[in-house]
């Protein structure tokens, strides 16, 4: 008896933490909220165009304002609701994970291409993923990779990407554009990852 008991419990450990599927994404499986990557970010136009701005930096972008974006998920949790958008009771958030690659980061991200507002693919994103450091994290991730912000479309270009920690794959990605605004440089843009947020799917996206 204490034997099929042990053998129950080890295979539903194992379901738990290497069955991250397309479908786990509606259910009970829990989900880790892994915040916002920019290592990809290309920002169209000039940050001098908000008063507060002032003059941003790549420096400015890389130390300041992603962290502090991702920071917001986790100071304003009613607001930036993570487990209502993916139809949870509650979600565990590691943001160390995007805020080690963020940090990492060496990107020029200010740009006058329009064409660089949208650039990365599904398959990107899967490469990107198959290299992450997940900090030991497992199970099944949500994760959004910022890639383009444009003041004059007043919008930024989100992949919204749930993974499989486990594995480094990826169990679906959706790319969004979201609208901006709102008073600041900071909160004109929490707008669009804001946006996104809201508008995860998980019933149509499991199927």
Same mark, same amino acid.
């Given at each position: 008896?204490? +034997?099929?008991?042990?053998? =129950?419990v @080890?295979?539903?450990?194992?379901?738990? $933490? /290497?069955a991250?599927?397309?479908?786990?994404?509606?259910?009970?499986?829990?989900?880790?909220?892994?915040g916002?990557?920019?290592?990809?970010?290309?920002?169209?136009?000039?940050?001098?165009?908000?008063k507060?701005?002032?003059?941003?930096?790549?420096?400015?972008?890389?130390?300041?304002?992603?962290?502090?974006?991702?920071?917001?998920f986790?100071?304003?949790? +009613?607001?930036?609701?993570? =487990?209502? @958008?993916v139809?949870r009771?509650?979600? $565990? /958030?590691?943001?160390n994970?995007?805020d080690?690659?963020n940090?990492?980061?060496?990107?020029?991200?200010?740009?006058?291409?329009?064409?660089d507002f949208?650039?990365?693919?599904?398959d990107?994103?899967?490469?990107?993923?198959?290299?992450?450091?997940?900090?030991?994290?497992?199970?099944?991730?949500?994760?959004?990779?910022v890639?383009?912000?444009?003041?004059d479309k007043?919008?930024a270009?989100?992949?919204?990407?749930?993974?499989?920690?486990?594995?480094?794959?990826?169990?679906?990605?959706?790319?969004?554009?979201?609208?901006?605004g709102?008073?600041?440089?900071?909160?004109?843009?929490?707008?669009?990852?804001?946006?996104?947020?809201?508008?995860?799917?998980?019933?149509?996206?499991?199927?």
């Amino acid at each position: 008896m204490k +034997k099929l008991l042990f053998l =129950a419990v @080890a295979a539903l450990l194992a379901y738990n $933490t /290497y069955a991250q599927t397309k479908a786990d994404i509606q259910g009970n499986m829990p989900i880790t909220w892994l915040g916002l990557d920019f290592t990809q970010l290309k920002f169209i136009g000039s940050a001098n165009q908000f008063k507060d701005a002032g003059q941003i930096t790549d420096r400015d972008m890389r130390n300041k304002y992603f962290p502090g974006w991702n920071e917001l998920f986790i100071k304003e949790q +009613k607001k930036y609701n993570v =487990a209502d @958008a993916v139809g949870r009771d509650n979600v $565990t /958030y590691a943001t160390n994970v995007t805020d080690n690659a963020n940090d990492k980061s060496t990107g020029t991200y200010f740009t006058d291409n329009a064409g660089d507002f949208q650039r990365l693919t599904a398959d990107k994103i899967s490469s990107m993923v198959s290299k992450y450091d997940f900090k030991g994290n497992k199970g099944l991730g949500l994760m959004f990779f910022v890639e383009g912000m444009s003041k004059d479309k007043a919008e930024a270009s989100i992949w919204v990407t749930f993974v499989n920690m486990d594995k480094k794959t990826v169990l679906v990605t959706n790319q969004m554009n979201e609208g901006a605004g709102g008073f600041g440089f900071n909160h004109y843009w929490a707008k669009s990852f804001l946006g996104a947020l809201q508008d995860i799917d998980v019933k149509k996206w499991s199927k």
